[in-house]
Every structure is written in structure tokens, then in C-alpha cells.
């Protein structure tokens, strides 16, 4: 599975941004689908997924703020983000997990939230 993000930036804070990830077939063949953040100095952590049943999960960083999303005529996930935070500053990747296959990792997209 190919992905490709796009939508990163810079936005002050309180600000928003919306992130899409395209997949390069229908999404209702990858059983998970979601977004991962790596800030400067800090390991890869997990943001939100969503599953083919529409199952999310959100870590509670950004829990009420965050909202992922899916187009399935588009083959894309987005991720909408609200209140941004300078801790949310990091590059967002795309991911997805396909059980054929395992994980796939689109090639990240840099969010800065300035004070």
C-alpha cells in the first residue's frame, strides 16, 4: 500500500489544519488506517486510527480536538485538527495496516504550531 500526506504548515496557536492521506487502493482493503506524529528529540507516537468498521481511537493528547475522517470515493483519510497546541508540533505520518501485508507508512508531513 502506497500512501501520500499532504496539508502540514505553519499555524498559530489555537489555530487549525487538516491533513489528508490518499491510499493508493480502496481503503476498505486496509483494515487500519491512521496517523502517527514524531516530535523533534522524541519518539514516534500514535495520534488516532480508524478501522474498515469505522472503529477510532484518539490518544488522549488530543482526544476532543482531533477528528479523523475517511472518503471512501477518494481513498483518503484526513485528519482534522482543532486547538492546535505548540505540542503538536511535530511531522505526521500516515499509516496504514493491511493484514496481507502489514504496516505502510506515507512520508510525513511537518505541523508547527507557533506560540
Known amino acids: 500500500v502506497q500512501l501520500q500526506a499532504s496539508g502540514g504548515g505553519l499555524v498559530q496557536t489555537g489555530g487549525s489544519l487538516r491533513l489528508s492521506c490518499v491510499a493508493s487502493?480502496?481503503?476498505?482493503?486496509?483494515?487500519?488506517m491512521g496517523w502517527y506524529r514524531q516530535a523533534p528529540g522524541k519518539q514516534r507516537e500514535l495520534v488516532t486510527t480508524i478501522t474498515i468498521g469505522a472503529t477510532t481511537f484518539y490518544a488522549d493528547s488530543v482526544k476532543g480536538r482531533f477528528t479523523i475522517s475517511r472518503d471512501i470515493a477518494k481513498n483518503t483519510v484526513s485528519l482534522q485538527m482543532n486547538s492546535l497546541k505548540p505540542e503538536d508540533t511535530a511531522v505526521y505520518y500516515c499509516?496504514?495496516?493491511?493484514?496481507?501485508?502489514?504496516?505502510?507508512w506515507g512520508q510525513g508531513t511537518l505541523v508547527t504550531v507557533s506560540s
Open positions: 487502493e480502496n481503503i476498505f482493503r486496509i483494515n487500519v
Open positions: 499509516y496504514g495496516w493491511k493484514k496481507e501485508v502489514g504496516a505502510s
